[in-house]
C-alpha cells in the first residue's frame, strides 16, 4: 500500500513564525501535492512537483513556498504565519502522467495548522 | 476554468438504504477524468471510485456506483445498502486532458449514515 506521511497531525503557531510542514511518500511517485482544505472549498491546490527540484504554483501559491530536494519528501513552507493560513493542509502524491493518466492521489492524514 | 459543483452539503441516510450524492461540473474538453474521493473523521482521504470519460458504462465498485452523465455534466455517486463505516465527507473531482496535473474539487458533501 502507498503511504503518504505528514510530520504532524496538528500544529499551533503565532503570526509571523515560518512554518514548515513536512510530507514524506514510500512508493516512487513522481508527482506530490500540497492542498488547502477549508470548509465549503474543497481542496484548493498550492503548489505541486513533477520531480525532484521541480515545482509549479497551484490555484493559490501566495505566502507559501515548497521545496523537494530528494524524491520522497515534499515541504510546504509559510514563509511568514498569518492568521488567514490557519486551514487543513494535506499532502498528496501520484506516479507520473507518462506512465497513464487518470491515476488516483494518495493523501496523507493532513495537518491541521492554527496560526494565532 | 473547469468548476466542480456540489448541491448537497450534507446528507443522511439510515443504515442500509441507499442514498445518491450529486456531482455537476463545467468544461469545454471532451476527454477527461472524474474522481469520488471519501474522507471518514480524523481519517486520510481515498478513491471510491474514477470513471473515464470516453467510457459510456458507468464505473461501479462494489456498493459503489455512478450516473455519468456526460451531455447534462453529471457525476451522481449511488451507495446502496449504506453501513456506518460510509459517513464521511465525499468530494467529487474532474481531471481535464489539458490540465492532468491538476485536480479540480468539489466543495465537498458530509454524508452521514444513521443507526
Known amino acids: 500500500d502507498v503511504k503518504v506521511t505528514q510530520s504532524s497531525r496538528y500544529l499551533v503557531k503565532r503570526t509571523g513564525e515560518k512554518v514548515f510542514l513536512e510530507c514524506v511518500q514510500d512508493?516512487?511517485?513522481?508527482?506530490m501535492f500540497w492542498y488547502r482544505q477549508d470548509p465549503g472549498l474543497g481542496l484548493r491546490l498550492i503548489y505541486f512537483s513533477y520531480d525532484v527540484k521541480m515545482k509549479e504554483k497551484g490555484d493559490i501559491p501566495e505566502g507559501y513556498s515548497v521545496s523537494r530536494e530528494k524524491k520522497e519528501r515534499f515541504s510546504l513552507i509559510l514563509e511568514s504565519a498569518s492568521t488567514n493560513q490557519t486551514s487543513m493542509y494535506l499532502c498528496a502524491s501520484r506516479r507520473s502522467l507518462n506512465r497513464g493518466p487518470g491515476n488516483e492521489q494518495f493523501f496523507g492524514p493532513g495537518t491541521r495548522l492554527t496560526v494565532l | 476554468a473547469q468548476t466542480v459543483t456540489q448541491s448537497q452539503p450534507e446528507m443522511s441516510v439510515q443504515e442500509a438504504e441507499t442514498v445518491t450524492l450529486s456531482c455537476t461540473y463545467d468544461t469545454s474538453e471532451n476527454n477527461y477524468y472524474l474522481f469520488w474521493y471519501k474522507q471518514p473523521p480524523s481519517r486520510q482521504m481515498i478513491l471510491v471510485i474514477r470513471q473515464e470519460a470516453y467510457k459510456q458504462q458507468n464505473a461501479t465498485e462494489n456498493r459503489f456506483s455512478v450516473n455519468f452523465q456526460k451531455a447534462a455534466k453529471s457525476f451522481s455517486l449511488k451507495i446502496s445498502d449504506s453501513q456506518l463505516g460510509d459517513t464521511a465527507m465525499y468530494f467529487c473531482?474532474?481531471?481535464?486532458?489539458?490540465?492532468?496535473?491538476?485536480?479540480?474539487f468539489g466543495p465537498g458533501t458530509s454524508l452521514s449514515v444513521i443507526p
Open positions: 473531482a474532474f481531471m481535464g486532458e489539458t490540465s492532468y496535473d491538476k485536480v479540480i
Open positions: 512508493m516512487d511517485h513522481e508527482n
